[in-house]
């Protein structure tokens, strides 16, 4: 018995979108996690990077530090330096370029092989002409463009100044891609302030907005109370990726400002985390949320605490074993379910594989976001030790930082 979590095959992106206008150069750091970008050079580059899901990616820069297109995943670093290599080919010919609206409004491009296939994606634009325009700037100067490859670091706000002479900020993860940027300002003064705005909110789900552009792509916003944009994500592959990529801001702004996760915020981390998901025994079942309040923030979580507060979750599946109350139970040992369900080294099969690394995905955000986490199995037959069942209730819960029970629960079929 092992738990695994199938993969959606999504090409995840993390890199976010620069503004429709040129970055700049500008003066000297500001803060510990705040620097400033003073590249003054005119040739365009590649930055190559891991991702934190161990796929590749690239993104191209012009001369003065604005992105202007970013890469799907790439498996290995030399199949995304072939990419980088496709992006050359194909971004001298106009007709690769296809402009597209998103849902509000604005209009980004995607940069097609003779396939169709979509090598690069740009920045969103206000305007279908500044699209336009961009994929022009992409045109120019993709044939002088150098690769570097990233390093890790310590995550950071940047401000620059872009050619308009407007004031912008980016966010950079500790393995060197942008995560996150800002909309334009007058001055470097009112970007430095926004910064500020965006560690105070960003660290929380409710301050973020995930919308749609066209062929199933989408992107997020970071908004604040008054619904003015303060910072954009780029344009992903899908929703999911999407949502994922707003997480990872999350996470890395919760980090970096030491934010508590309220429970919005770990509902909002484990769902993302679980979509997909699956639990394979004889059949695949998902991983779903589940949470109940605790009147008590320091109440143990006992075998009898899960079957009263999880009774509504599974009497109410279909599918399960149940009632829970009078159900066999089993307690697990969450390290040993990590070791067990994580040892993804071990897997030669490359779907299972895949499965691990996804299980190993869910296990950490789980880790990440709750504390004295606990296994319990929950089945129609049993015995000192064990339980058994049609449909077997596993239930992992922790206790969230507001000091209520929160977990995921899925189904196991053992025949």
């Not at 890469?71 to 971004?91: D, H, L, M, R």
């Not at 002088?144 to 890790?152: G, K, M, P």
């Amino acid at each position: 018995m092992r738990p695994f979590a199938r993969t959606l095959g999504l090409a995840l992106v993390l890199a976010t979108l620069v503004p429709a206008f040129g970055a700049g150069c500008a003066g000297d750091d500001s803060g510990a996690d705040v620097s400033v970008s003073n590249s003054t050079s005119q040739a365009g580059r590649f930055e190559l990077f891991e991702g934190h899901d161990g796929q590749f990616y690239f993104s191209l820069l012009a001369g003065n530090g604005e992105k202007v297109l970013r890469s799907e995943g790439y498996t290995t670093k030399a199949a995304a330096k072939k990419g980088i290599q496709s992006v050359v080919e194909n971004g001298k010919k106009a007709e690769r370029y296809d402009i597209l609206e998103a849902e509000n409004g604005e209009f980004y491009f995607n940069l097609e092989a003779g396939n169709y296939q979509v090598i690069g994606t740009s920045e969103l634009y206000t305007t279908k002409s500044s699209a336009e325009r961009g994929a022009k700037t992409v045109r120019s100067f993709v044939e002088t463009v150098s690769v570097d490859e990233l390093l890790s670091g310590d995550p950071k706000f940047e401000v620059f100044e872009g050619q308009n002479g407007d004031h912008y900020f980016r966010l950079r993860a500790k393995n060197g891609q942008i995560v996150l940027q800002s909309e334009g300002y007058a001055s470097r003064g009112g970007a430095e302030a926004a910064v500020e705005t965006v560690r105070e909110l960003a660290g929380h789900v409710e301050s973020y907005e995930v919308l749609a552009g066209r062929n199933e792509q989408h992107f997020f916003h970071i908004v604040a109370g008054n619904g003015e944009i303060v910072a954009n994500g780029e344009m992903y592959s899908s929703k999911y990726a999407a949502e994922r990529g707003a997480e990872n801001v999350r996470r890395i702004v919760r980090e970096m400002t030491e934010t508590v996760a309220t429970d919005a915020d770990v509902e909002a981390a484990i769902t993302v985390a679980a979509e997909g998901a699956l639990y394979v025994s004889e059949s695949d079942y998902g991983f779903t949320y589940v949470h109940a309040p605790l009147a008590d923030a320091t109440t143990p979580i006992t075998e009898e605490l899960v079957r009263e507060l999880m009774a509504s979750y599974v009497d109410a599946d279909p599918d399960a074993d149940k009632p829970l109350a009078g159900l066999y139970a089993m307690t697990g040992d969450w390290s040993e379910w990590r070791t067990t369900a994580d040892s993804c080294a071990a897997e030669e099969d490359e779907w299972y594989q895949e499965i691990c690394v996804e299980q190993a995905e869910l296990d950490a955000a789980l880790e990440e976001n709750l504390s004295d986490i606990q296994v319990f199995y929950f089945g129609s037959y049993g015995g000192p030790g064990y339980v058994d069942g049609v449909a077997v209730s596993i239930i992992i819960v922790g206790r969230t930082p507001e000091g209520n029970l929160a977990g995921v629960r899925t189904i196991a079929i053992w025949t």
